[in-house]
C-alpha cells in the first residue's frame, strides 16, 4: 500500500505541484482576489526571513500591513526585516526571535507577546525543518516534532486569545503535499520507532498533523477562519538544504517561492466567506486530505488523541 501511494503521489506531484502545474492553476485564479486593503491588519509570520515566508512578508509589507516576523537567527531576520522595509516603503515590519523547537521558548513569546496588546488579525505558522538524522533535545523532543508539530500546537494555541478579539481572524499552516503519503499515527509522535529514520517520511508525519489540527481548531473555534495549504514544490533555500538530491534533480521544474507563497497570501487577505474553515488548500482551492484507495483515514478517536497529547505535552513546558 505505501508503494501504490507513493507512486500516485509522485504522479500528482509532476502534474500539480511543479511550475508547470502552477501556471495552469494560474490561469483559473481570480485577477482581483488580492486587491484588498490591508493596512490596518496586523500579521504575524514565522520563518520569514526566506523562502516562501519572507515573499509572503514582502507582500503584505507592500500592502501596508503590519507585519510581525518570527525568526530564529537575528542575523538572517534583521537582514530579511530591512530588506522587506526597503522594499516595501513600510516602516511597520518587525522582527521578533524565537526557536520554535523550544517549547517553554514559544510559551515564553506568546506570553510577551500577549502582554504587548499588540493586535494579530492571521497568523501564519509557515516555520518548519525537515532534520535527516533523528535529533532529541535535554527534555527528550525530537526535533522535528518539536518544530513542526508541538511548537505550531503551542503558538496558534497560545495567540487564539489574542486572535478572537479580532474582525476576520484566521490561521494559515504551511503544510505539504507530502503529508499525502502518511495516515496519522498517534503512536509514535517521536520517531522512536521509525527504523531506519527517515527526515523526509518524519516531516510529513508532521504535516499531516498540522492537517489534523487545523480540522480540530476549525471545529473548536468558530470565529477563527483556519486552514493549511501545500504551496507546492517551490525552490527555497530549505528545500535546497533539506533535500538536495530532490532539488539536483528537480529544479528545472520547480515553482519559484513566489509562486509558493501565492496560496499563503490568498488565504491571509483574499475573500474567504465561499470558504470552509478547517480545508487544505493548493493553488487557490480545497483539495483532498487524502490519496484515492490510500486508506490514509485516520479515525476521530486517533485526531482527538492527537490534540490531546498535545495539549499535556505543551503543558509540561508553561
Not at 10 to 15: I, L
Request: aromatic letters at 10%.
Amino acid at each position: 500500500m505505501t508503494f501504490y501511494r507513493n507512486l500516485v503521489w509522485f504522479g500528482k506531484g509532476f502534474r500539480e505541484y511543479t511550475k508547470n502545474g502552477y501556471l495552469a492553476a494560474e490561469k483559473s485564479f481570480d485577477p482581483k482576489a488580492l486587491d484588498v486593503d490591508i493596512s490596518s491588519r496586523s500579521f504575524m509570520i514565522t520563518g520569514a526571513n526566506s523562502g516562501i515566508g519572507k515573499d509572503a512578508a514582502v507582500f503584505l509589507a507592500k500592502k501596508g500591513a503590519t507585519v510581525h516576523m518570527v525568526c530564529r537567527s537575528e542575523t538572517r531576520g534583521e537582514e530579511a526585516r530591512k530588506e522587506i522595509t526597503e522594499v516595501s516603503g513600510n516602516d511597520r515590519v518587525k522582527l521578533h526571535l524565537l526557536d520554535m523547537s523550544h517549547p517553554r521558548k514559544v510559551w515564553e513569546f506568546v506570553e510577551k507577546f500577549s502582554s504587548s496588546s499588540e493586535p494579530i488579525h492571521v497568523l501564519i505558522n509557515n516555520a518548519g525543518c525537515m532534520v535527516n538524522t533523528r535529533e532529541v533535545d535535554e527534555d527528550g523532543l525530537e526535533k522535528n516534532f518539536a518544530t513542526n508539530a508541538l511548537g505550531t500546537y503551542i503558538l496558534t494555541s497560545g495567540l487564539i486569545p489574542i486572535l478572537l478579539k479580532q474582525e476576520s481572524p484566521r490561521v494559515v499552516t504551511v503544510s505539504s503535499g507530502g503529508m499525502l503519503v502518511q495516515k496519522l499515527d498517534v503512536k509514535d509522535l517521536q520517531f522512536e520507532k521509525m527504523s531506519p529514520f527517515d527526515g523526509t517520511m518524519a516531516y510529513a508525519q508532521n504535516k499531516r498533523q498540522q492537517v489534523v489540527m487545523t480540522e480540530k481548531w476549525a471545529e473548536k473555534y468558530k470565529e477563527i477562519f483556519f486552514s493549511s495549504m501545500h504551496p507546492g514544490w517551490a525552490d527555497t533555500p530549505a528545500v535546497r538544504s533539506s533535500m538536495p538530491g530532490f532539488h539536483q534533480k528537480m529544479k528545472d521544474r520547480l515553482r519559484t517561492s513566489e509562486q509558493g507563497a501565492d496560496t499563503i497570501v490568498w488565504l491571509a487577505v483574499a475573500d474567504i466567506s465561499k470558504q470552509t474553515s478547517g480545508s487544505f488548500y493548493q493553488d487557490r482551492k480545497a483539495v483532498a486530505t487524502h490519496l484515492p484507495l490510500a486508506w490514509s483515514k485516520a479515525s476521530d478517536i486517533d485526531k482527538d488523541k492527537l490534540m490531546s497529547e498535545l495539549e499535556e505535552m505543551a503543558s509540561k513546558f508553561k
